[in-house]
């Protein structure tokens, strides 16, 4: 697993070269960043629930069949299973996210992922749907974008407003995802 | 490969937990010296041939070791001082244990190089080095953090 320090230093020392200044600019990027990617990471840790919830929610309205006898959602103990798999899905992204490297969600969570859906008969158009909206979710509640009620606490004296580049970042995570399993 | 954030993230994947407020803190608080560590990784990379060579030069100034050696010895200091680079960058061990030092005593050993050579050069440089012209006391401390660290592997 890496993170973007490690990052920096494996593919530094694939050239034989020590990392000097310029390597050095994302970093400290990275590190003045730290509160704001707190921020955008408890975004997503303090909201599981609903972030998973409503994306599948919205998965089975758009597809009412999924619950209904013979629904890949039917009975609940699989729809239960979906509500798992989207929390499991947001735990790697909030990794991922913390680490500022995608490695630790493509090593323990994706890869594989595709083929055991299709093993257990997943289908992947409604998995693909239910990421998608998780990522709106997550980006809209990182950016205080979102309608209802204020979830973004900004502990550490960040505002929603300050996250784009975060929130874009872990859009690009649950791209990942949907392009896994696509 | 080891930092501060990866040891987290691994502890929380290995319970199945979303990342929390302690987690956060110790993430933190390893951003806390960052600064300092980024710093003396900028610096050390610029001064890196220099730190080799005049090292180097101390240790076959006395001419205890055969001058044939010396392109090799340049070659391996040069070596682990970039690991050093790598490690004042992730902020752990991690590049130093993994690429430096793990399967080394068999190395060295095996050829039956002179690891006092070696422990010299270092000290040399934590020692008799102005470090601190080229960079602030606390990048100098983390820096002679991580050469005591290297310097007790080979003894």
Not at chain 1, 19 to 27: K, P, Q, R, V, Y
Not at chain 2, 100 to 116: C, F, K
Request: aromatic share 6%; net charge negative.
């Amino acid at each position: 697993m890496l993170d973007a320090f490690s990052r920096t230093v494996v593919s530094a020392d694939a050239k034989g070269a020590a990392i000097g200044s310029e390597d050095l600019a994302d970093l400290r990027k990275y590190v003045a960043d730290a509160n704001k990617r707190i921020d955008a990471t408890l975004a997503i840790t303090q909201n599981v629930s609903c972030i998973a919830a409503d994306a599948v929610a919205g998965m089975v309205c758009e597809n009412t069949g999924l619950t209904q006898p013979g629904g890949h959602c039917y009975p609940t103990r699989r729809m239960a299973a979906c509500l798992r798999d989207g929390e499991i899905i947001l735990r790697y992204v909030s990794y991922a996210l913390l680490a500022g490297d995608p490695s630790v969600l493509e090593d323990r969570c994706l890869n594989g992922l595709k083929e055991t859906y299709l093993a257990l008969g997943v289908p992947s158009a409604n998995a693909i749907r239910a990421v998608e909206i998780m990522k709106i979710a997550t980006v809209a509640i990182m950016t205080e974008t979102n309608t209802g009620r204020k979830m973004f606490k900004g502990i550490n004296s960040g505002s929603g407003g300050q996250c784009q580049d975060i929130a874009a970042e872990a859009a690009s995570y649950f791209d990942l995802v949907i392009e896994a399993l696509s | 490969m080891k930092s501060a954030v990866t040891t987290v993230v691994s502890a929380a994947d290995a319970a199945g937990r979303f990342p929390s407020m302690s987690d956060f803190e110790s993430v933190k608080g390893s951003f806390d010296r960052a600064k300092a560590r980024l710093e003396a990784a900028e610096k050390l990379a610029s001064c890196l041939d220099k730190f080799t060579n005049l090292a180097v030069d101390a240790v076959y100034q006395n001419g205890s070791y055969e001058q044939a050696n010396k392109d090799k010895c340049v070659r391996d200091i040069h070596h682990y001082l970039r690991l050093i680079n790598y490690c004042l960058v992730t902020g752990g061990t991690g590049p130093l244990d993994e690429w430096g030092i793990s399967g080394m005593r068999e190395i060295i050993r095996i050829q039956l190089l002179p690891t006092a050579a070696y422990i010299e050069a270092f000290i040399f440089i934590r020692d008799e080095i102005k470090i601190n012209d080229v960079m602030s006391q606390q990048a100098e401390t983390e820096f002679k953090g991580l050469l005591d660290y290297l310097i007790n592997a080979l003894a």
